[in-house]
T-cell receptor
Framework: DQQVKQNSPSLSVQEGRISILNCDYTNSMFDYFLWYKKYPAEGPTFLISISSIKDKNEDGRFTVFLNKSAKHLSLHIVPSQPGDSAVYFCAASSFGDDKIIFGKGTRLHILP | EAGVAQSPRYKIIEKRQSVAFWCNPISGHATLYWYQQILGQGPKLLIQFQNNGVVDDSQLPKDRFSAERLKGVDSTLKIQPAKLEDSAVYLC????????????FGSGTRLTVV
């Protein structure tokens, strides 16, 4: 049973445009959400996170939005750059539990 | 600070053979995790250590997988005997606390079982 779902295996976006990656979760106990970025042959690296007490967190070109009622979050990248081409994992955890549960990932291609 | 070190980077073995992976976490990080990432899927937690004690190994196939973290620093993950479906990237991660950065991952060991 997948608790964190990324339903789009891949996404292609023109350079300079906005990339929107979506994620849904089923466990209402999750209260902390993270996005990781992974290049080939490297481990995932932390990108941005959001606590359930917020609905938006912004860091430079990256913004994460959280809709708790819909159990949905999204990562916006604007403007998209060639170096953003990677696999993006949505992840979640709950207070008091160090475990992070990952989605299957979305491969983002930034087109020139 | 130095990152999470893993070795080897790649390993190819035949089914029924044994294999071991090594992880050196970031200095001072009390919590260490082993994840399995099968191609096309997200990382799946196998085992979590807090210092040298196991916190969660509910997803570890204990009939063939074992892990230890002697002295609460380095860790090894062993598979004996390996099956074809064990082909995956094995990721080690460490953390100091549940902070804004989640875990720090190593580069992983890509295992191919033939």
């Amino acid at each position: 049973d997948q608790q964190v779902k990324q339903n789009s295996p891949s996404l292609s976006v023109q350079e300079g445009r906005i990339s929107i990656l979506n994620c849904d979760y089923t466990n209402s106990m999750f209260d902390y959400f993270l996005w990781y970025k992974k290049y080939p042959a490297e481990g995932p690296t932390f990108l941005i996170s959001i606590s359930s007490i917020k609905d938006k967190n912004e860091d430079g070109r990256f913004t994460v939005f959280l809709n708790k009622s819909a159990k949905h979050l999204s990562l916006h990248i604007v403007p998209s750059q060639p170096g953003d081409s990677a696999v993006y994992f949505c992840a979640a955890s709950s207070f008091g539990d160090d475990k992070i549960i990952f989605g299957k990932g979305t491969r983002l291609h930034i087109l020139p | 600070e130095a990152g999470v070190a893993q070795s080897p980077r790649y390993k190819i073995i035949e089914k029924r053979q044994s294999v071991a992976f090594w992880c050196n976490p970031i200095s001072g990080h009390a919590t260490l995790y082993w994840y399995q990432q099968i191609l096309g899927q997200g990382p799946k937690l196998l085992i979590q250590f807090q210092n040298n004690g196991v916190v969660d190994d509910s997803q570890l196939p204990k009939d063939r997988f074992s892990a230890e973290r002697l002295k609460g620093v380095d860790s090894t993950l062993k598979i004996q005997p390996a099956k074809l479906e064990d082909s995956a990237v094995y990721l080690c991660a460490s953390s100091n606390a549940k902070d804004n950065y989640g875990y720090t991952f190593g580069s992983g060991t890509r295992l191919t079982v033939v």
